[in-house]
């Protein structure tokens, strides 16, 4: 048994500021209801670009899956680059990595501005065959350094990458972070001057045609709501039917430690179209052991069935680094679209949703809040029509003509799902 069962290891090591709940009505300029990386990010931007701001939570900010990710910072989208070019064109394609590589620098920017201390480095990102499916990913991950060329991404296709022996792909410029420290940063420059943080402050109803939440008795109206919440409110969802069966979720599994420093490099790694799909971090200082973090065996559904799955996480994490130490282990759930690529954007005037990030939340949270600032000012993204929740629909929004993204349909996402509703 492990002392702090079910906790991540981020949980364990960030003291997050906390706040009282809501205690009476307001209204503000903007009201943000979920405090992980997408409401909490929104809610520091809108609040910099000088509006008054309420941000909401259930429980505590970071509870959610931020405090449970493994924190890969990455442009690099779930779905093989390969099959993006095919189903989007090369231009939406460029364009969606676009949107992870921005957002990168979004967060490294609030990192050196704010002198946040969290444990932030660049890294390199290694898309790797599975030892047992060798030789038939060859050709896919080939094809994968190949079409990242054609897009201008540096990527690097290797016969054995250093320490596991198999094929794959390294992608320089990727990142990785402590998420609540980060956060923590964050979060204590929102509440005061005219904005507020309320945490234990669950949103029970919201009415788009007023705009305004309901939290008990007490009420938050705002010309602008964004809901954050990582699986939609079930007043989103009517807003926007479609997302019922276009959003699905999966649990995955977590081990994390520490090993002694060996021939497998500081970075992330992700295994490429296998069924378990596995993921895994290496922190490394000099002169100490590994930080380790590895997840995967994903199921679907949003309820953890834990069953042997940790002990063969941890059986496969030995393989690769032998000495390595488990000291936590935990679950989380991750909500992704079917086509792969988030929801963000208005599903009603005045309401916004940010969803469906996949296994991308730290780069697409951020991306989020940075549209959501952006739609505030009037103004509409490079990434609006890519990721409109809209384009599930019986009647999506138009397309800008600058934009040759289109809905595809097609079922892309590599984990387990059921649908979210
Ligand atoms: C194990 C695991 C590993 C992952 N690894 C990575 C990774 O390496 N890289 C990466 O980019 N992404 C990763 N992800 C995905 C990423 O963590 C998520 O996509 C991201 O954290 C989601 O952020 P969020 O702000 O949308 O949701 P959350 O962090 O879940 O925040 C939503 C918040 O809304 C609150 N809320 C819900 N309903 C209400 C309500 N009615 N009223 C008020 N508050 C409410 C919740 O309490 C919660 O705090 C991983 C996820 C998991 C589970």
Partial sequence: MFENEGQ??????????????LDRSLEVDAVIVGGGIAGITTAYLL??????????????????????????????????????VDELGTA???????????AVARVRAEIRDARINCQFAWVRGCLHASSSDEVRQRASLTEEAVAAHALGIEAAYVDAVPGLGVPGVLFDGQAR????????????????????VAEHTEVDRLDADRRVVYVGRHQVRAPFIFCATHVPLPDVLDLAPHLRSSLSTSTTYVVAG???????????????????????????????????????????????AAGDRYSRL????????PGVRIEHRWSGTVVESVDGR?????????IYLAAGFGGNGMSYGTLAAMMAVEAVRGGRSAWADLFDPSRFSDHPREPDASSAAAPSGHVTGRRPHATVA
């Fill in 8 to 21: 991540s290891c981020w949980e364990s090591t960030a003291q997050l500021p906390s706040f009282p709940a």
């Fill in 47 to 84: 609040k910099q670009a000088g509006l008054r701001v309420a941000l909401l939570e259930r429980r505590r900010c970071g509870s959610g899956q931020t405090g449970r990710s493994t924190a890969h910072l990455t442009a690099i989208a779930d779905q093989p680059l390969a099959t993006l």
């Fill in 92 to 102: 939406s394609a460029r364009t969606l990595w676009e949107a992870g590589f921005a």
């Fill in 177 to 196: 972070l402590h998420p609540l420290r980060y956060l923590t940063v964050l979060l204590e420059s929102i509440d005061g001057n005219g904005s507020l």
């Fill in 258 to 304: 520490t090993a002694p420093q060996g021939p497998l490099d500081e970075g992330l790694y992700w295994e490429h179209r296998h069924r378990s799909y596995e993921y895994l971090r290496i922190d490394r200082e000099d002169g100490q052991d590994d930080v380790v973090v590895f997840g995967g065996l994903d199921h679907p559904g949003d309820s953890a």
């Fill in 314 to 321: 941890e059986r496969r994490l030995r393989q690769r680094l």
């Fill in 342 to 350: 988030p929801c963000i954007g208005e599903v009603a005037p005045g």
